[in-house]
């Protein structure tokens, strides 16, 4: 299987009031195509950084990242241009305009590529069908719940033909049902229109649940990446001591307790 992202040795260093903060230290991974990829870890570990690379809010310090055969660092001009709609990214808070209803929200991504009125409805009403807002097209955000108001998020990141989708903690302002349902969807899109995901999240329960191949990340590293089926059964794993802490407590009972959220 091809590679969407590949990074090697990315570092990415802030500097505050003097002090020099080691937000991405030497990660290195491979984020396959079609995967449903999680990255998982505590507040501060570095994974929302990681996603401001991929998305081209930010730079590395040191290191590269290639989209397909493509260096991020050499995008310009209409190859930027395609590398931004062909990236979305679906952030924690929505971020969706109040004043705006769900369909102008969904639509504005291609308002702002200049796409025709015509083109910009019916793609619209595509992607509200297939989220699941048939009757809230006229609705303002204020008047969605969160499940809802994440769906409107999903359905504008993916308007202008997304092929990966980032999300960044997309489901932890939703309650546990929710959480499942948005899941259930991202999970669904993936096989209707054929892309790769990205999910960060400190739920190991959404890594169970939705993803294919997690890397943990600690303190700016990437310190344990696999197959989730493969970690859930292997008791060294950090995933493996989540998904059955009973069992592992029986032979490391200083293990338990770690980061369960
Ligand atoms: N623009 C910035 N300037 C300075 N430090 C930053 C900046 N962005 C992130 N950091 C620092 O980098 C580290 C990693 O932050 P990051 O936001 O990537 O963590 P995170 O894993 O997404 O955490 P959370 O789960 O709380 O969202 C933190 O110590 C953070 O304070
Ligand atoms: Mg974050």
Request: proline share 3%; aromatic share 6%.
């Amino acid at each position: 299987m091809s590679n969407v992202f590949t990074l090697e040795h990315v570092s990415k260093t802030f500097s505050r009031a003097g002090e020099s903060i080691h937000a991405l230290d030497d990660v290195s991974l491979d984020i396959p195509a079609g995967s449903f990829y999680g990255i998982v870890g505590t507040s501060g570990a570095g994974k929302s950084t990681l996603l401001r690379l991929l998305n081209l809010h930010d730079k590395p310090t040191a290191g590269s990242i290639r989209f397909h055969d493509t260096a991020l660092a050499d995008l310009q001009g209409p190859a930027l241009r395609a590398y931004l709609s062909k990236v979305a990214t679906v952030f924690q808070h929505f971020n969706l305009f109040h004043g705006k209803t769900v369909a102008e929200n969904i639509e504005l991504p291609l308002a702002v590529r200049g796409v025709s009125r015509a083109i910009r409805r019916s793609k619209a009403a595509e992607l509200i069908e297939l989220v699941g807002l048939q009757g809230k097209e006229r609705a303002y955000p204020s008047q969605l719940s969160g499940g809802q108001t994440q769906r409107v998020g999903i359905a504008r990141a993916l308007v202008a033909d997304a092929e990966v989708l980032l999300c960044d903690e997309a489901t932890s302002a939703l309650d546990s049902d929710t959480t499942m349902v948005v899941l259930d969807l991202l999970l669904r899109l993936k096989r209707q229109l054929n892309l790769t995901i990205v999910l960060i999240t400190h739920s190991w329960h959404v890594v169970r649940y939705a993803a294919d191949i997690v890397t943990l990340v600690q303190k700016g590293r990437a310190v344990e990446t696999g197959a989730v089926r493969d970690l859930l059964h292997d008791a060294d794993s950090w995933l493996g001591r989540q998904y059955c802490p009973r069992r592992i407590w029986a032979r490391h009972p200083r293990m338990v307790g770690f980061a369960t959220n």
